[in-house]
């Protein structure tokens, strides 16, 4: 099997620390260099929509919430896990763009209630498919039986935080 540069990594760190099990390196190594290089790839098909993946997943979370959803921005804080202030900056940069819009709450003078535009729906519909397509070309090279095992080892290393378990 071909070296990478994690082996490279651990392999000098068993040459001045031999006391050290260094395979939890090397996988959370290798996850995390998943994750920048995917990351780079992600954005670039997201920024060919105008979009960076911040913006893209409010505009995700409300096409997920069902035609003519509306979530309050706290709602969609809590869904993104994002503090009140990160959302407030995402939905001024979406509003002023039209893509989402934002309504008094008619239940609650303090709050505001957000939607897609018809312009929003148009962009994440097509940004979420150049998107999905991207994942399945950079996870091509697994197998189907690879591709399912790996998803399961990742949900069993999730579970073990309390919040993956109740945000569902």
């Known amino acids: ?3 990478d540069p994690v082996d490279r ?5 068993r040459a ?3 006391d050290l099990e260094t395979a939890p390196m090397a996988t959370f190594g290798r996850l995390g260099r998943l994750h920048a290089l ?5 954005d670039e098909v997201l ?4 979009l960076g993946v911040g913006e893209f997943d409010v505009l995700a979370a409300l096409r997920r919430a069902g035609d003519d959803a509306e979530m309050t921005p706290t709602g969609l804080s809590r869904v993104l896990m994002l503090s009140p202030a990160g959302m407030t900056n995402r939905l001024d940069r979406l509003v002023a763009a039209g893509l989402v819009e934002r309504r008094a709450d008619p239940d609650d003078r ?3 209630r957000v939607r ?3 312009e929003g729906r148009a962009v994440v519909d097509a940004a979420v498919a150049d998107h999905v397509a991207n994942e399945a070309r950079l996870l091509a090279v697994l197998t189907d039986t690879q591709r399912r095992a790996l998803d399961g080892a990742l949900r069993a290393l999730l579970a073990q935080f309390p919040s993956e378990t109740e945000t569902g």
């Open 38 to 42: 995917a990351s780079r790839s992600i």
């Open 47 to 50: 920024g060919g929509h105008g």
């Open 16 to 18: 001045v620390r031999p």
């Open 1 to 3: 099997m071909a070296t």
């Open 9 to 13: 990594i651990v392999a000098q760190w």
């Open 110 to 112: 303090r709050s505001s």
């Open 116 to 118: 897609l535009t018809g």
